[in-house]
């Protein structure tokens, strides 16, 4: 499907990024943005010291500064937040997001910074220290601090569309760009293909519905409903696109160098047209 050009969300990339995203696009729409002290809002920048696949990301240094730094500064500057506050359990990332500006109150218990853990257990977590009687948060947005390439006008839009729709959750989500899934395929170890969905491969990829993929950039849920369901995953949500070149979720050397890419061709962009 041919994504409406008159959205920035569903838009070219190319064409966003000649238009520019930084703070001139951001402040030229700063009075779209309901203040912050209107929505009592706590932002959640999720960070523990290990990972896998990547060891080190949320510290490592992307275009001059921490990788994590990105979603600090982009939280702050949303204007959004009474708290914009870094969950880790490693003191070196600690130091460093206080060193960005985020507040560090404590140190997550290593129980919450596993494997396994789903990580809204660790913005619950976050919210219940923070606001022990549910008296101070309305609204908690849940920031990975793997995606650097969303920014504070991301964050301000999605979350008037949060405000505006009566919906209990909303999930940052993205269009799947250069390949169709709905053309997704199976491979055995003799290689033999299987069709996911066989009843689509004979239909263009314009006549297929828009499908989409979940990203780390922006997750938004009432506070009352996340003390409850426990997940962000609840019957009442819904998704706010967000471009692929603001969406990058990094967790492989592969996605890093793609990400770099992107930020260079953001900066680079606007001053070559």
């Given at each position: 499907?041919?994504?409406?050009?008159?959205?920035?969300?569903?838009?070219?990339?190319?064409?966003?990024?000649?238009?520019?995203s930084?703070?001139?696009?951001?402040?030229?729409?700063?009075?779209?943005?309901?203040?912050?002290?209107?929505w009592?809002?706590?932002?959640?920048?999720?960070?523990?010291?290990g990972?896998?696949?990547?060891?080190?990301?949320?510290?490592?240094?992307?275009?001059g500064?921490?990788?994590?730094?990105?979603?600090?500064?982009?939280?702050?500057?949303?204007?959004?937040?009474?708290?914009?506050?870094?969950?880790t359990?490693?003191a070196?990332?600690?130091?460093?997001?206080?060193?960005?500006?985020?507040?560090?109150?404590?140190l997550?218990?290593?129980?919450l910074?596993?494997d396994?853990?789903?990580?809204?257990?660790?913005?619950?977590?976050?919210?219940?220290?923070?606001?022990?009687?549910?008296?101070?948060?309305?609204f908690?947005?849940?920031?990975?601090?793997?995606c650097?390439?969303?920014?504070?006008?991301?964050?301000?839009?999605?979350?008037?569309?949060?405000?505006?729709s009566?919906?209990d959750?909303?999930?940052?989500?993205?269009r799947?760009a250069?390949?169709?899934?709905?053309?997704?395929?199976?491979?055995?170890?003799?290689?033999?293909?299987?069709?996911?969905?066989?009843?689509?491969l004979?239909?263009?990829s314009?006549?297929?519905?828009?499908v989409?993929?979940?990203?780390?950039?922006?997750w938004?849920?009432?506070?009352?409903?996340?003390?409850?369901?426990r997940?962000?995953?609840?019957?009442?949500?819904?998704?706010?696109?967000?471009?692929?070149?603001?969406?990058?979720?990094?967790?492989?050397?592969?996605?890093?160098?793609?990400a770099?890419?992107?930020?260079?061709a953001?900066?680079?962009?606007?001053?070559?047209?």
């Amino acid at each position: 499907m041919t994504p409406d050009p008159s959205s920035v969300e569903t838009g070219s990339c190319m064409l966003e990024l000649s238009q520019g995203s930084g703070e001139g696009a951001l402040s030229s729409r700063a009075s779209q943005t309901t203040p912050s002290s209107a929505w009592p809002a706590l932002a959640v920048i999720p960070a523990r010291g290990g990972s896998k696949r990547l060891p080190g990301k949320n510290v490592r240094s992307f275009h001059g500064k921490p990788a994590m730094a990105w979603t600090i500064e982009a939280a702050l500057q949303s204007e959004l937040f009474q708290q914009v506050v870094v969950s880790t359990d490693d003191a070196q990332v600690a130091d460093l997001a206080r060193q960005h500006g985020a507040e560090v109150p404590f140190l997550r218990e290593p129980a919450l910074a596993d494997d396994h853990t789903p990580v809204s257990l660790v913005t619950l977590d976050a919210l219940k220290r923070l606001d022990p009687q549910a008296g101070r948060f309305a609204f908690v947005a849940q920031l990975m601090p793997n995606c650097p390439l969303r920014n504070a006008e991301d964050i301000r839009r999605s979350f008037q569309q949060f405000a505006g729709s009566g919906t209990d959750s909303q999930l940052s989500v993205t269009r799947y760009a250069w390949f169709n899934p709905w053309w997704a395929m199976t491979q055995d170890a003799a290689h033999h293909l299987a069709p996911l969905f066989a009843d689509k491969l004979a239909q263009r990829s314009q006549d297929l519905p828009a499908v989409f993929c979940p990203t780390g950039a922006i997750w938004w849920i009432k506070a009352e409903v996340l003390r409850l369901e426990r997940s962000f995953y609840v019957g009442n949500r819904t998704g706010w696109e967000i471009s692929w070149c603001h969406a990058a979720d990094i967790d492989t050397a592969e996605d890093w160098e793609l990400a770099e890419l992107l930020h260079t061709a953001q900066e680079r962009l606007p001053a070559a047209v």
